[in-house]
């Protein structure tokens, strides 16, 4: 089979609620990425993954062996996995290119594949307003900052991080999200501003935890990947289209 397809996926959040509810997400997205292996050529992940990482210089948060397994076992085989830093796991740094052969990225990119330009980024802190959570994550990527962090006890630092991951808004995982029209949907808003001057044909985004697909011109698409903890949803790029797609719908 030709391996001609590029995947995207995002907000698995695992870690939450429980560990018996992220194991079962856990498996799930690993037949996902079994079913996907034999046509993709390369995977993106828009963040969010675990609902909280953090890299120690000799620690790293225990569990999730099924999922990195099934990355280093798809890197292994020539399959480019990409994963792009989510709001909950901004604090990737070289473990998971190191052992399970992924490539981090920072922050938003373009990917122009087959004639077709694709904008992506996790989605956090675009479009307006918003400005305590700006201010936050400016805190939260400042190297100094992460120093500091880094001088807790994992057993106190990680415990605390997933309490406040917890309490956080984006990690409830009780309340699906609602559709607030596309004149209030931020991120579509963002798209539309960026569309005057830097026109690509997709944008595509996770955060939102709303599979959305919103036109934002005659041209170009908004398309949120939804998540894993509601939706199972995906997309897929088969060279000429995007499209969202569910896997086991729930």
Known sequence: MIKDKIYFASDFHLGVPTHKDSLVRE???VSWLESIKEDAKSIYLLGDIFDFWFE???VVPKGFVRLLGKLAELTDSGIKIHIIKGNHDMWMFNYLPKEVG????????????????????????????????????KIFTNSFCQWLFARLHPNFGIGFAHF????????NTENPQEFLGEQNEWLASYCKRKQENNPVDYYVFGHRHLPLEIDIDSTSKYINLGDWMHHNSYGVFDGKSLMLKYFRKN
């Not at 087959?114 to 936050?136: S, V």
């Open 102 to 137: 992924v490539h981090i990225i920072d922050d938003k990119i373009i990917l122009e594949e087959n004639g077709k330009k694709i904008f992506l980024a996790h989605g956090d802190g675009l479009g307006p307003g918003d400005f305590g959570y700006k201010l936050i994550k």
């Open 27 to 29: 498996k799930l997205i």
């Open 56 to 58: 120690y210089k000799t």
């Open 164 to 171: 406040l991951s917890k309490e956080s808004r984006n990690s």
